[in-house]
C-alpha cells in the first residue's frame, strides 16, 4: 500500500500523489479500489480536431480551386457554405450531446434555416414555407415529448421545450401568413393549429398537478 510521510495516512489503490498535501508517495501500490472504465477510443476533443482540420483542408482546397478557375460557381460557394453549416452542427452535437432534447430542437432548427436559405437561394422561398416549416414545427413537439416519455422525464421537466415549440411554430409561420409568403396556406394553419392543440393537451392530461386535481374533481 502506498503512504504519504508527511500526512501519515495510507492509499488504497494507485495514485501519483498525495490527494492531500500533493507530495510523493512511498510504498507500493495496491489493487484499485473501484474498477477503472476502459477509455473511449475516440475522445470528443479529437473528434473536434479531425472535424476541424477536414473543415479546414477542404475550404481551402474550395478556395484554391476557385482562385485556380479564375471564377466562383454557385456550387463552389454552396459547398463552401455547406460546410461551414456542416461544422457549426458538429460543433452542437457534441456540445448538446448530454440532452438530447436541446440536440433534437437544436438540429431541426438548422435544418429549418438550412432548408429556407437552400430554397431562397435557388429562388423562392415556397416548398420549403408551404411544407418543410409546417411539417417539421408539427413533429418536433410530438418528439420532444417522446423523447421526454423515453427518457422517464416528468411532464414538468420538458414542458418548457414544448412551450418553445408552441410560441416558435406559431411566431414564425405566423409571421409568414401575415406577410402572405406562402403559395398554399393550409399545411402551415393545420400546423399551428396542431401544435397548440397537441400542447393543451399535453398539459391537461399528462401534467402532474392539474391531472391530480381533475382525479379529485372527478372522484367527488
Ligand atoms: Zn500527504
Not at 508517495?25 to 473528434?47: C, D, I, N, Q
Not at 473543415?55 to 480551386?65: D, G, H, K, N
Not at 423562392?124 to 416549416?133: E, I, R, T
Not at 416519455?149 to 416558435?168: G, N, P, R
Request: overall charge positive; charged content about 15%.
Amino acid at each position: 500500500m502506498q503512504n504519504c510521510k508527511k500526512c501519515r495516512i495510507q492509499i488504497q489503490g494507485e495514485k501519483e500523489r498525495c490527494p492531500l498535501c500533493g507530495g510523493k508517495l512511498v510504498g507500493e501500490p495496491s489493487e484499485r479500489a473501484f474498477p477503472v472504465l476502459p477509455k473511449t477510443k475516440v475522445t470528443r476533443m479529437s473528434f473536434m480536431r479531425v472535424s476541424l482540420f477536414l473543415f479546414c483542408a477542404f475550404e481551402t482546397a474550395m478556395i484554391v480551386l476557385g482562385c485556380c478557375l479564375e471564377y466562383w460557381p454557385g456550387w463552389l460557394l454552396l459547398a463552401m457554405v455547406a460546410a461551414v453549416v456542416g461544422i457549426i452542427d458538429i460543433s452542437l452535437a457534441v456540445y448538446y450531446r448530454n440532452n438530447l432534447l436541446q440536440l433534437v430542437a437544436v438540429e431541426v432548427y438548422i435544418g429549418l434555416v438550412v432548408t429556407v436559405m437552400i430554397d431562397l437561394f435557388t429562388g423562392q422561398p415556397y416548398w420549403s414555407v408551404n411544407w418543410v416549416l409546417p411539417i417539421a414545427f408539427a413533429c418536433l413537439p410530438v418528439a420532444t415529448a417522446i423523447i421526454g416519455k423515453a427518457s422517464h422525464m416528468e411532464v414538468d421537466d420538458y414542458i418548457l421545450y414544448l412551450l418553445f415549440d408552441v410560441i416558435m411554430s406559431t411566431g414564425v409561420q405566423g409571421i409568414l401568413l401575415l406577410n402572405r409568403i406562402h403559395t398554399f396556406r393550409y399545411p402551415a394553419l393545420i400546423s399551428i393549429a396542431f401544435v397548440i392543440v397537441f400542447f393543451l393537451w399535453i398539459i391537461i392530461f399528462n401534467h402532474r398537478e392539474l391531472r391530480r386535481e381533475t382525479s379529485k374533481l372527478f372522484n367527488v
